[in-house]
């Protein structure tokens, strides 16, 4: 149980084009889901907390115009990000929050998605 | 807000022999603790969690230990094996969001 997917798993595009990240929860339904973003050989480092049916909330430093999220089902998240330039090149990973898993703090992620910017 | 520290940022073990990685965090009101390890390429993977009413938990060669008046928490990896070799995260849980440590990354020798 508790898994999570993403795609696609990898995504090469040209600067100045939007590029769209699918997150789902596959066996659980999940009110909050987490994006992430991963440099090379760094720890990861939230974005922004995605709850269904509401805005998304973003840490600071993180464009909400530039990454925007997307939380309409207890299954799927969307991150875009728009207009994107070569230093948005990363790893994204999303986590899922499984609500019957202990006390619900639980976090599940998927496999991450490998963006890379020309 | 919560900070967490993780050390070594590197361990190299023998096949066999156990590694200890650690980490301490700043909030006291943090309350959950996870360990993650990350394969090369993939998303992290839970291998434990402790909360903060146990003081220690285990799961076969694996174990963590919290120390809630120190502040700070360890994962025990008994027995290694190469398939142990990755990187791996503790996190605190700071109103339901994750603090990450530096992860550890180690290598298990054959």
């Known amino acids: 149980g508790a898994v999570v997917s993403q795609h696609p798993s990898w995504v090469i595009c040209k600067s100045g084009t939007s590029v769209k990240i699918e997150c789902r929860s596959l066996d659980f339904q999940a009110t909050t889901m987490f994006w992430y973003r991963q440099f090379p050989k760094q720890s990861l480092m939230l974005m922004a907390t995605s709850n269904e049916g509401s805005k998304a909330t973003y840490e600071q430093g993180v464009e909400k115009d530039k990454f925007l999220i997307n939380h309409a089902s207890l299954t799927l998240s969307t991150l875009t990000v728009t207009s994107a330039h070569p230093e948005d090149s990363s790893f994204y990973i999303c986590?899922?929050?499984?609500?019957?898993?202990?006390?619900?703090?639980?976090?599940?992620f998927g496999p991450g998605t490998r963006l890379l910017v020309l | 807000g919560e900070n967490v520290e993780q050390h070594p940022s590197t361990l190299s073990v023998q096949e066999g022999d156990s590694a200890v990685i650690k980490c301490t965090y700043s909030?006291?009101?943090?309350?959950?603790f996870p360990w993650y390890k990350q394969e090369l390429g993939k998303g992290p993977q839970l291998i434990i969690d402790i909360r903060s009413n146990v003081g220690e938990k285990k799961d076969q060669r694996i174990a963590v230990t919290l120390n809630k008046t120190a502040k700070h928490f360890s994962l025990h990896i008994t027995e290694t094996q190469p398939e142990d070799s990755a990187v791996y995260f503790c996190a605190a849980d700071s109103s339901y969001k994750l603090i990450f440590g530096s992860g550890t990354r180690l290598l298990v020798r054959p």
């Open positions: 909030d006291s009101a943090s309350n959950y």
């Open positions: 986590s899922a929050r499984d609500p019957t898993h202990g006390s619900g703090e639980t976090q599940y």
